[in-house]
């Protein structure tokens, strides 16, 4: 028993310090070397956005991928550490591996959508359609990524909710954080107003949020009135754009909604509502 432990017992233990070297060492090394491989990499932007901005979508990509690759290389050191600490324990590996290929081989004809999955992660990760941190619609459901594999995407959507979402159901992926997002709302107002005193009103409100020191490290572009959007049935409805960094278009177009609001009010520009007329007929008597 000693001679065993001093010969087999040494070695599967080098095995298995081995593996936790590699985990170590993958875990410190990998990160830094992503990050010098994509750092050389320009992410789709248009001219406006800030080169700090593509930065950040970098440091989200190189997260997703350093995790990915981290876990792979762990699951690959330790798989060979168990089958070769097997040999050394007197496990006899020829059988145990041709076991392990038929049962592999029947298990792969079930396991296709596993199969897609795996094709579908590599190709997301590949393309960086998305990574950790961004917003995204991916098979009917929108929420923030959590986390994102080879295997799954977990999102997290705005009631807390968590959903683990197969890549190989992923078929159109929206990211709605990516390098810039937009501000985009319609705006209505009365028939009877005068419409370019309404987009005075609006430009001004946009230009003075981009101005207040409170958001405009948020805003790349002012809110402002690109067209007369639709002749409504209540009112006319004016589209309003801006740019602004991701992730923060839900707040800023809040913000602007209740200046706006503010602004109307002073201004006194009517902001319609719908209207139902009721007539009430008196019966003739006799």
């Known amino acids: 028993m000693v001679d065993w432990l001093l010969s087999h017992g040494t070695r599967i233990g080098v095995l298995l310090l081995l593996a936790l070297v590699a985990s170590w060492v993958a ?24 080169e700090a901005i593509a930065v950040e979508e970098l440091a989200k990509r190189a997260s997703t991928l350093a995790t990915v690759i981290v876990r792979s290389i762990e699951v690959v050191a330790f798989t060979l550490a168990a089958i070769i600490a097997l040999g050394e324990a007197g496990f006899q590996l020829g059988p145990l591996i041709a076991g392990a290929g038929v049962v592999g081989l ?6 296709q959508s596993l199969v897609r999955d795996v094709l579908g992660g590599l190709f997301i990760l590949l393309e960086n359609q998305y990574a950790e941190g961004d917003v ?36 159109i992926s929206s990211n709605l954080t990516r390098s810039f997002a937009r501000v985009n709302l319609d705006v209505s107002v009365g028939y009877g107003e ?20 409170g958001w405009a490290e948020k805003i790349l ?15 006319i409805d004016l589209k309003v754009l801006g740019t602004v960094r991701p992730m923060k278009q839900w707040e800023v177009a809040g913000e602007l909604r209740k200046r706006i609001k503010q602004a109307f009010d002073r201004e006194g520009i009517e902001i319609p509502f719908p209207h139902r007329v009721v007539i009430v007929r008196e019966e003739k008597s006799g």
């Open 27 to 50: 875990r410190r090394v990998v990160p830094r070397a992503v990050k010098l491989a994509l750092a050389r990499e320009r992410v789709d932007q248009i001219e406006e956005v800030e």
């Open 221 to 235: 572009e002012p809110p402002a009135v690109l067209r007369v959007n639709a002749l409504g049935e209540s009112g």
């Open 194 to 213: 005068d419409l370019d005193r309404v987009r005075e009103v609006i430009d001004a409100v946009g230009a003075e949020l981009a101005a207040d020191p």
């Open 106 to 111: 029947a298990v792969g004809f079930g396991a």
């Open 136 to 171: 995204v619609n991916i098979a009917g459901i929108g929420g923030t990524v959590s986390a994102v594999n080879l295997r799954r995407t977990v999102l997290r959507d705005i009631d807390g909710i968590v959903h683990t979402i197969p890549n190989g159901e992923v078929g």
